[in-house]
């Protein structure tokens, strides 16, 4: 028997639901290695961004989410702002420059290679959400067939009196081959899950790890009625600091921010239908005051299925490197 439309949909999906535009984040390329992204980016990374493959029987997604190797990455930088800043003057209000999702109006480009079909993510910074004390930015990846995705993700800073960057909320629509609308997805943790530390803490701490419940909801078309329909999964995982590598920026060596994030997600599917495992592994670089610089997100799954996300930075306007 066929598994009902919004589960199929969803086993397509979650992968990119799970790492990318979740940077680590669900999205990211949801984690969201977290599965949610996008990745978004879901929900790994910074859950968690990316993934479009209509090819995986149990999944097909990215997500928070992507990462990098240990050392070099680029990214030009469109705006001219080449001089370095001191990080003691960050105007964001968060202030981890780390990942500067504080300060608005700043773009980022990166050329994305999925499951060897290239293509291209374009990011936003949006700033605070209507003093929620979220920040958010946007997310639009294509692929070289059309498909990809277009979304947001929100992330919150100093949660639960633990200094460091959440991913709190993304919500992504899909499109699959030749641009066809998917569906629209968002994704919630049961437990906010930190993706960076404190900037203060940055290559100190070690280790951290999560175990939450994920619930990525398959969102009702308004217009005719439709309602929202919630999958809700396992994600655990570790992060581990690799602490600082050297990466090229605009043809320089500069000091760069190496992290790991290695992880479960568990869904026991519905009614016994559509249960799978998904086992990743996210490397990921920043540069203080630029952000994420580079990306690298493997995963398996229980089926045999196979994920496989770089993305590398190619630039970026708005943004200036700090000293850390």
């Known amino acids: ?18 790492g990318s535009i979740n940077q680590g984040k669900d999205l990211y390329g949801a984690d969201d290695d977290s599965a949610s992204d996008t990745g978004a980016t879901g929900d790994s990374g910074g859950d968690d961004s990316s993934g479009t493959d209509d090819s995986s029987g149990t999944d097909d997604s990215s997500g928070t989410d992507d990462s990098s190797g240990t050392d070099d990455s680029s990214g030009g930088d469109d705006s001219g702002d080449t001089e370095d800043s001191e990080a003691e003057g960050w105007p964001g209000s968060c202030g981890n420059f780390w990942d500067p999702v504080d300060i608005k109006g700043w773009s980022r480009s990166y ?34 067939d059309g498909s990809g995705w277009a979304g947001y993700q929100d992330v919150g800073c100093d949660v639960g009196g633990q200094e460091g960057l959440f991913v709190d909320y993304w919500e992504v629509a899909y499109l699959g081959a030749g641009g066809s609308a998917t569906g629209t997805f968002a994704g919630t943790h049961s437990v906010p899950r930190m993706y960076l530390p404190d900037e203060a803490f940055i290559g100190g701490v070690g280790s ?30 570790t992060y581990v600091e690799l602490n600082e590598v050297t990466v090229e920026l605009n043809g320089e060596e500069v000091p760069g921010y190496r992290l790991t994030n290695t992880y479960t997600i568990t869904y ?15 490397d990921q670089v920043y540069v203080a005051g630029i952000g994420l610089v580079t990306e690298t ?22 943004l200036t490197r700090v000293e850390p």
């Open 297 to 318: 997100h493997t995963a398996s799954f229980d089926n045999g299925n196979t994920y496989d996300l770089t993305k590398t930075l190619t630039s970026y306007t708005g």
């Open 111 to 144: 050329d994305v290679v999925y499951n060897g079909q290239t293509g291209t993510e374009f990011q936003t910074g949006e700033g605070e959400v209507a003093a929620s004390g979220l920040y958010r930015f946007t997310t639009d990846m294509v692929l070289a």
């Open 1 to 18: 028997m066929s598994p009902p439309r919004p589960l199929l949909v969803l086993t397509l999906i979650l992968g990119a639901c799970t």
């Open 208 to 237: 951290w790890t999560y175990d939450y419940t994920l619930t990525i909801t398959m969102k009702g078309d308004p217009t005719t009625g439709g309602t929202d329909i919630p999958f809700e999964m396992n994600s655990k995982g």
């Open 268 to 282: 026991a599917g519905f009614l016994g239908t559509g249960a799978f495992v998904r086992e990743g592994y996210i």
